[in-house]
C-alpha cells in the first residue's frame, strides 16, 4: 500500500512539472542543441569544425580578451561602489532602507537603451559635461567612443544587480550578531572583516554573476558608447545574425564559446568562494 | 556581600522614544557575585543588562566599573561578555571558530593556545568532540553551551546573561540552573543574570533585584525576598501569596478576615493599616471547629506534591496548599502560626495581587508569556 502511494505521489509530481520541463524541452535545450548544431555545421549541413578554429585566429580572441577585460573592470568597479552602499543601506531605519532601495530600482524600471541615449549626450565632445568643463575653462576631454564610455555604460546599467543582491542577504544579518562581536572585542572595522563579510559572500557571488555575465555580452552598450571604434563579443555575434555579413554558423560558434567561457569564470569564482568556507574547518 | 564593589550603577534613566523604561535605578553589583534581575516583560531588566554591556548608553546617571566611569566606553572595549537571549552565535563559523572568536580578535596568533583554550572551555561546557559540528546543526541546549563558551574564553570579569534558559524545555533548564551555578563558582566572574522566572532567580542567585516598571522594587538574598518581600507586588512576584488587608493592633498583634493573631512582627505603631503576606503552604487545614478562621471550599486541584485549594473566607479567595485532601464544597478551618505572618506597610500595590478570585494558571501563563523581549 506504502508503496503503491509513494508511486501514485511521484506520478503526480512528475505531472505537476510537467508544463516546467515542456517549457525547458522548448526553450532552453532546443535553441542549445541548435546552438551546438550550427556550430559543428557549414551553409550545406555537413559536419565541420573549421567555425570553431576560426575564432582562435587572432582578431577574434583580441575580441574575447577586450570583452573579458571591460567587463571584468566593469564588475570590480560595481562591487568597489555597491559593497559599501549595501552596507550602509542594511543598517539604516527600516524606513529609509525602504526609500534606498527604491532610489537604486527607479533606474531598473527605465529602458537601458534610454539611459545609454543619455550617457551618449552626457559625454559626447560637445556633450553636457564637455560644455560644462569648458565652461569652467578645464577644457574639453574626449570620452564618447572610449573604452571607459563603454565601462561607465556598463556600470550605470548593471550596478543595481550588484547592489539588489549584496543589500538583501547583509539586511538579513542579524543586529544580534555584530552586537555579540563587538561584545567580544571587535571594534567596527573587525566587525565588518569577522562578520558581515564572510556572512555575505553569497550576495557578493550572485551580484558578481549578474553584472559580469550581461557586461561581458552586451553589444547595446558598447555600440552606442563605444561607437564602433572597437568591438566586443555581443556586437560581434550580433553582426553575424543580422546585416550584411549574416553567418549563423560562426555566429553560433562564438555564441558557444562565450558561453563556455562565463560557465568557466562562473565556476572558478564558486570554487573560490566554496573553499573559502571550507577553510575555516580545515584549521582545526 | 562580603566582596569588593565592581560595578556601581547610579541613578541611571533610560527612555526610548519618549517611554520611560528606566527611572533613577541605582545598584551595586560585587565581585564573585551571582545577582538576578527579576521582574515581568517590559520592566527595564534587559535595558539594564544591555547599558552595562554597553550597547545602551543612559540618558542619565553613570555606569561605574571597577571605580572608573564606563558609560562612553564601547562594548568592545569593556571586560564584561554577553550570553545572548538567542545565542547569537555566528552560523558562518564551527563550534571550535565560535568558540576561539574572542581570542583571534585580541590577537592572539598561537594556534597551540588557541586550540588548548577552546577545548579547556569545551570541557568546562561538556562539549568534547564537538568542535567541527556547524552550530545551526546543534540543539538548543548545545548551542546554549557554545555560547557560554564563546564568552567565557577571555576571562571576563563579568558574565551578562540574558534570559538564557527561556528557550529550553524544563529538564534541561533544571540541569543548567546548576551546571551556571557551579560554573560561577568555579570560575569567581560575576554573574548578571537576567529572568522572568522566580523560581530560577531564587534558586541561583546570590542577590535578587525585583524590578517593575523601571523601578527597583527590592534587593536582597533569595531568602529575604521571599520571606520579607518589601510590597504586595513584591510577595505576588515572587511566588504564589495571599496577600490580606489587615491592622496592627499593637506589637505582635495584627488582626485580620475579624480575628486577632498572634504575630512575630512590631514596630509599625498602634492600630496601623498594613498589608498581611501569608504564604499559602504556611497555612494548616484543621476541622472547622478548632479553625481560627473558617472558609469554603472553592476548588481542589492535585498538583502532584500537594493539593492546591481555593478557599472562601469572609469573600476573600485564599490559596493553600496542603498535602492532606480535603473534598471541595465543604467548610473547614484553617489555623496559622505567628511566624508565618509577614507584615508590611500599605503601599500603591495594595489590593492589586494577593486575592485567588479569578485564579487560573492558565492566566498566569499568558501573561508571562504575552510581552516582548524585554
Same mark, same amino acid.
Given at each position: 500500500m506504502a508503496a503503491r502511494g509513494t508511486r501514485g505521489q511521484g506520478l503526480m509530481a512528475r505531472a505537476a512539472a510537467s508544463p516546467h520541463i515542456v517549457w525547458s524541452v522548448l526553450f532552453i535545450i532546443a535553441p542549445l542543441l541548435f546552438v551546438v548544431y550550427y556550430t559543428f555545421t557549414d551553409a550545406d549541413g555537413a559536419f565541420t569544425t573549421e567555425n570553431v578554429s576560426r575564432l582562435f585566429t587572432s582578431n577574434y580572441v583580441l575580441i574575447f580578451v577586450n570583452s573579458v577585460c571591460l567587463a571584468f573592470i566593469a564588475t570590480v568597479i560595481c562591487l568597489v561602489i555597491a559593497y559599501p552602499t549595501a552596507y550602509l543601506f542594511s543598517r539604516m531605519k527600516a524606513k529609509r532602507q525602504r526609500a534606498a532601495v527604491l532610489l537604486i530600482m527607479i533606474p531598473l524600471w527605465?529602458?537601458?537603451?534610454?539611459?545609454?541615449?543619455?550617457? !551618449?549626450?552626457?559625454?559626447? +565632445?560637445? %556633450?553636457?559635461?564637455?560644455?560644462?568643463?569648458?565652461?569652467? /575653462?578645464?577644457?574639453?576631454?574626449?570620452?564618447?567612443?572610449?573604452? /571607459?564610455?563603454?565601462?561607465? %555604460?556598463?556600470?550605470?546599467?548593471?550596478?543595481?544587480?550588484?547592489?539588489?543582491?549584496?543589500?538583501?542577504? !547583509?539586511?538579513?544579518? +542579524?543586529?544580534?550578531?555584530?552586537? $555579540?562581536? $563587538?561584545?567580544?572585542?571587535?571594534?567596527?572595522?573587525?566587525?565588518?572583516?569577522?562578520?558581515?563579510?564572510?556572512?555575505?559572500?553569497?550576495?557578493?557571488?550572485?551580484?558578481?554573476?549578474?553584472?559580469?555575465?550581461?557586461?561581458?555580452?552586451?553589444?547595446?552598450?558598447?555600440?552606442?558608447? /563605444?561607437? %564602433?571604434?572597437?568591438?566586443?563579443?555581443? +556586437?560581434?555575434?550580433?553582426?553575424?545574425?543580422?546585416?550584411?555579413?549574416?553567418?549563423?554558423?560562426?555566429?553560433?560558434?562564438?555564441?558557444?564559446?562565450? !558561453?563556455?567561457?562565463?560557465?568557466?569564470?562562473?565556476?572558478?569564482?564558486?570554487?573560490?568562494? +566554496?573553499?573559502?568556507?571550507?577553510?575555516?574547518?580545515?584549521?582545526? | 556581600m562580603n566582596g569588593k564593589k565592581l560595578i556601581e550603577l547610579r541613578g541611571i534613566t533610560k527612555a526610548f522614544d519618549g517611554e520611560v523604561v528606566l527611572d533613577n535605578i541605582s545598584l551595586d553589583i560585587y565581585e564573585d557575585e551571582f545577582i538576578t534581575l527579576l521582574g515581568p516583560s517590559g520592566c527595564g531588566k534587559t535595558t539594564t543588562l544591555r547599558i552595562i554591556g554597553g550597547f545602551e548608553t543612559p540618558d542619565k546617571g553613570d555606569v561605574i566599573f571597577d571605580g572608573k566611569r564606563i558609560n562612553d566606553t564601547p562594548p568592545h572595549k569593556?571586560?564584561?561578555?554577553?550570553?545572548?537571549?538567542?545565542?547569537?552565535?555566528?552560523? *558562518?563559523?564551527?563550534?571550535?571558530?565560535?568558540?576561539?572568536?574572542?581570542? =583571534?580578535?585580541?590577537?592572539?596568533?598561537? &594556534?597551540?593556545?588557541?586550540? =588548548?583554550?577552546?577545548?579547556?572551555?569545551?570541557?568546562?561546557?561538556?562539549? =568534547?568532540?564537538?568542535e567541527r559540528r556547524h552550530v545551526t546543526k546543534l540543539s538548543g541546549g548545545q548551542q546554549q553551551r557554545v555560547a557560554i563558551a564563546r564568552a567565557l574564553i577571555n576571562k571576563p570579569r563579568v558574565l551578562l546573561l540574558d534570559e538564557p534558559l527561556g528557550a529550553l524545555d524544563l529538564k534541561l533548564r533544571k540541569d543548567m540552573q546548576n551546571e551556571l551555578k557551579g560554573m560561577q563558582k568555579r570560575t569567581g566572574i560575576t554573574f548578571i543574570y537576567v529572568t522572568h522566572d522566580q523560581e530560577e532567580a531564587l534558586s541561583m542567585s546570590d542577590t535578587v533585584v525585583v524590578m517593575n516598571n523601571g523601578s527597583i522594587m527590592q534587593i536582597g538574598t533569595p531568602t529575604d525576598i521571599y520571606n520579607e518581600p518589601s510590597n504586595a507586588y513584591v510577595a505576588d512576584f515572587i511566588g504564589e501569596s495571599n496577600i490580606v488587608d489587615g491592622v496592627m493592633l499593637d506589637d505582635y498583634?495584627?488582626?485580620?478576615?475579624? *480575628?486577632?493573631?498572634?504575630?512575630?512582627?512590631?514596630?509599625? @505603631?498602634?492600630?496601623?493599616?498594613?498589608?498581611?503576606?501569608? =504564604?499559602?503552604?504556611?497555612?494548616?487545614?484543621?476541622?472547622?471547629?478548632?479553625? &481560627?478562621?473558617?472558609?469554603?471550599?472553592?476548588?481542589?486541584?492535585?498538583? @502532584?506534591?500537594?493539593?492546591?485549594?481555593?478557599?472562601?473566607?469572609?469573600?476573600?479567595?485564599?490559596?493553600?496548599?496542603?498535602?492532606?485532601?480535603?473534598?471541595?464544597?465543604?467548610?473547614?478551618?484553617?489555623?496559622?502560626?505567628?511566624?508565618?505572618?509577614?507584615?508590611?506597610?500599605?503601599?500603591e500595590y495594595s489590593g492589586m495581587f494577593g486575592d485567588y478570585s479569578s485564579f487560573s494558571d492558565e492566566l498566569d501563563q499568558l501573561s508571562e508569556n504575552g510581552g516582548e523581549d524585554d
Open positions: 527605465m529602458n537601458f537603451l534610454i539611459t545609454t541615449y543619455s550617457w !551618449m549626450t552626457l559625454l559626447e +565632445d560637445t %556633450g553636457i559635461i564637455n560644455s560644462a568643463l569648458r565652461r569652467i /575653462g578645464l577644457g574639453a576631454a574626449h570620452m564618447i567612443n572610449t573604452p /571607459g564610455a563603454v565601462v561607465v %555604460g556598463m556600470v550605470f546599467c548593471f550596478l543595481p544587480y550588484m547592489i539588489l543582491p549584496i543589500y538583501t542577504v !547583509m539586511s538579513g544579518i +542579524d543586529e544580534k550578531l555584530l552586537e $555579540a562581536s $563587538a561584545d567580544l572585542g571587535c571594534n567596527g572595522w573587525q566587525r565588518l572583516v569577522r562578520v558581515v563579510m564572510p556572512m555575505s559572500l553569497s550576495g557578493v557571488v550572485s551580484g558578481i554573476t549578474m553584472v559580469f555575465v550581461p557586461s561581458i555580452s552586451t553589444f547595446y552598450i558598447s555600440q552606442k558608447l /563605444g561607437g %564602433g571604434t572597437f568591438q566586443l563579443i555581443g +556586437d560581434t555575434i550580433e553582426s553575424y545574425f543580422v546585416g550584411s555579413a549574416i553567418n549563423y554558423h560562426f555566429g553560433a560558434a562564438l555564441s558557444l564559446v562565450l !558561453m563556455v567561457l562565463i560557465l568557466i569564470s562562473m565556476a572558478v569564482m564558486n570554487h573560490y568562494t +566554496d573553499s573559502e568556507s571550507g577553510e575555516r574547518t580545515k584549521m582545526v | 569593556r571586560h564584561i561578555n554577553t550570553v545572548f537571549q538567542k545565542y547569537a552565535l555566528f552560523p *558562518h563559523l564551527n563550534v571550535y571558530e565560535n568558540i576561539a572568536f574572542g581570542l =583571534r580578535v585580541s590577537g592572539l596568533k598561537d &594556534e597551540e593556545e588557541i586550540s =588548548r583554550r577552546v577545548r579547556e572551555m569545551l570541557e568546562m561546557v561538556n562539549l =568534547r568532540g564537538f498583634s495584627v488582626k485580620l478576615a475579624g *480575628h486577632t493573631f498572634v504575630c512575630v512582627d512590631k514596630g509599625f @505603631g498602634k492600630n496601623t493599616p498594613v498589608d498581611v503576606v501569608i =504564604r499559602p503552604e504556611d497555612v494548616d487545614v484543621v476541622p472547622t471547629a478548632e479553625g &481560627e478562621l473558617c472558609g469554603h471550599v472553592v476548588s481542589v486541584t492535585f498538583k @502532584g506534591v500537594h493539593y492546591e485549594v481555593i478557599v472562601d473566607i469572609d469573600g476573600f479567595k485564599w490559596m493553600i496548599q496542603t498535602t492532606d485532601y480535603v473534598a471541595p464544597d465543604t467548610d473547614i478551618g484553617v489555623k496559622i502560626e505567628p511566624d508565618a505572618f509577614h507584615i508590611m506597610n500599605k503601599s
